[in-house]
C-alpha cells in the first residue's frame, strides 16, 4: 500500500491518562501519555459531499485511544502502539494505515529529559496468494483453505478466482493438479504471512517429501504490494510465475492489471506472453 498516494487525517496532543510500564508503580499509579495520529485515506467523496460517513471520524477514533490504553496495561510503549494500530486498523472502515506516536513525558529513567517516544507506521497490504492441490478431495482442500485465509487474524479475503485442472509441473509423475489464485489484505508482513500458510498446509497434511511432488496443499505467496524481497525462506515476486500459466491463468482473472515490480508489466500481458500448455483443458471449475 502506497501511503504517500492517500490523504491524511491528523490527530496531535491527545493526552490520556493509563498504566503502561515496566514498574509496578507505572502499572500501579499511572501516568500520562500522550499520542499523535496521521490516519491515511482518501477524503476525496467527503470533501465533495461534506458527508462525515464518507470519511473517518477523528473524534470516534480519539475516543478509542484513550479507551484501548485505559482498558489495558502493557510493560513497553512499543506493545501499546503495536496493538493499538492493529486494533484501529481491523475496526475502521476506510482506514488504509496509521502512524502512530506514543509519548512519554514523565519517563522513569533518573535523567534530565523531556520525552521518550515510539513512532510506528502500519498498513494494510496487498498480496496475491497462489493455491494449488493434486491428492484427496482437491477441490475440499482448496475450498477449505480460503475459509481458513479469511479467518487468519490479519487477513480479509477480497476475491478468488474460478480453479483450473493443470497437467503437473516438474517432471514428477503425479495426478492433475486443482489450481487458483486468491487476492487478499493483510496486515501480516511477508515472513508473517509466510508463516500462517505454512501452517495452513501443514493443517492440510502436506508433506514435503518429494520437490514439485505431489500435495494435499500448496500456498505460495505471488506478490506483496510492489515488493521485491529475495531471502533464503521466500522471494517476492515468486521466481517463476511469470512461467506458470497454473499461476497466470486464475490470476488474470481475478487481478489482470497488476504489474510485476521487477517486470513492469501486467498479468494479463505475462500470460499473453507465455504460451506453455499447461491447463488441462482451458475450463474454469
Not at 490523504?7 to 499523535?36: R, T
Not at 478509542?64 to 486494533?87: C, G, P, R
Not at 481458513?148 to 479475503?157: A, E, F, G, I, K
Not at 489484505?185 to 508463516?195: G, Q
Request: proline share 3%; hydrophobic share 40%.
Amino acid at each position: 500500500m502506497d501511503l504517500n498516494s492517500l490523504d491524511k487525517i491528523n490527530i496531535e496532543g491527545l493526552e490520556v491518562f493509563a498504566k503502561h510500564g515496566v514498574f509496578k508503580e507505572e502499572q500501579f499509579l499511572g501516568q500520562k501519555f500522550v499520542v499523535n495520529a496521521t490516519l491515511y485515506t482518501n477524503t476525496r467523496k467527503a470533501g465533495l459531499s461534506d458527508d462525515l460517513t464518507a470519511s473517518i471520524d477523528y473524534g470516534m477514533i480519539s475516543k478509542k485511544i484513550v479507551e484501548f490504553m485505559q482498558e489495558n496495561t502493557f510493560e513497553l510503549i512499543e506493545t501499546v502502539a503495536e496493538k493499538l494500530a492493529q486494533k484501529l486498523l481491523m475496526e475502521t472502515e476506510r482506514l488504509e494505515g496509521i502512524t502512530l506516536e506514543i509519548q512519554k513525558p514523565w519517563a522513569p529513567v533518573l535523567l534530565s529529559l523531556k520525552n521518550v517516544s515510539v513512532k510506528i507506521t502500519r498498513s494494510w497490504h496487498e498480496a496475491y496468494i497462489a493455491l494449488g492441490s493434486n491428492m484427496g478431495d482437491k477441490k475440499k482442500y482448496l475450498d477449505e483453505a480460503i475459509n481458513s485465509l479469511d479467518n487468519l487474524d490479519y487477513v480479509r479475503v477480497e476475491n478468488v478466482s474460478d480453479f483450473i485442472e493443470t497437467l503437473p509441473y516438474g517432471g514428477v509423475s503425479q495426478d492433475d493438479f486443482l489450481n487458483g489464485c486468491a487476492a487478499i489484505k493483510t496486515l501480516y508482513t511477508p515472513m508473517e504471512l509466510l508463516d500462517c500458510l505454512h501452517r495452513l498446509e501443514n493443517e492440510a497434511g502436506r508433506e514435503r517429501k518429494i520437490h514439485w511432488g505431489p500435495r494435499t496443499l500448496d500456498l505460495d505467496i505471488i506478490f506483496y504490494d510492489d515488493l521485491v524481497m529475495s531471502t533464503k525462506e521466500l522471494i517476492i515476486p515468486h521466481v517463476q510465475m511469470h512461467l506458470r500459466d497454473f499461476v497466470l491463468v486464475p490470476l488474470a482473472q481475478i487481478a489482470p492489471w497488476v504489474r510485476h515490480p521487477i517486470f513492469g508489466t501486467t498479468v494479463a500481458e505475462l500470460l499473453e506472453a507465455n504460451k506453455k500448455d499447461y491447463i488441462k483443458d482451458k475450463q474454469f471449475i
